[in-house]
């Protein structure tokens, strides 16, 4: 499976974004994720989905701002980001699995994007 992310740019805090990834081919029986990587620190969860939507999962960090959702009809996934703060800046990274259900863990994701980058103004 390909990933391709898009949506990533320069925007002041408090304001939204949202992020969509593409995938080559069908993903209706896989668990997606976004993860994201700030300049000089690893590599962290964001938000996870289930294969049909079912259940999603936050980190802490963007918890009641940031929405994951998916259209398996469209092969796509997105994220929607609101009330952004300036650490929320790094490379936002879209991720499959090949199990339907996720893990916080981004070595148990086998497909990654290139990844988009969102900076955020103070």
């Known amino acids: 499976v390909q990933l391709v992310e898009f949506g990533g740019r320069f925007v002041q805090a408090g304001l939204s974004l949202r992020l969509s990834c593409a995938a080559s081919?069908?993903?209706?029986?896989?668990?997606m994720g976004w993860f994201r990587q700030a300049p000089g620190k690893e590599r962290e969860f964001v938000a996870v989905?289930?294969?049909?939507?079912?259940?999603?999962s936050y980190a802490d960090s963007v918890k009641s701002r940031f929405t994951i959702s998916r259209d398996n009809a469209k092969n796509t996934v997105s994220l929607q980001m609101n009330s952004l703060k300036p650490e929320d800046t790094a490379l936002y990274y879209c991720?499959?699995?090949?199990?339907?259900?996720?893990?916080?863990?981004?070595?148990?994701?086998?497909?990654w994007g290139q990844g988009t980058k969102v900076t955020v103004s103070s």
């Open positions: 989905i289930t294969w049909n939507g079912s259940s999603k």
């Open positions: 991720a499959a699995r090949r199990s339907p259900y996720y893990s916080g863990n981004s070595q148990n994701w086998e497909y």
């Open positions: 081919e069908s993903i209706s029986s896989s668990a």
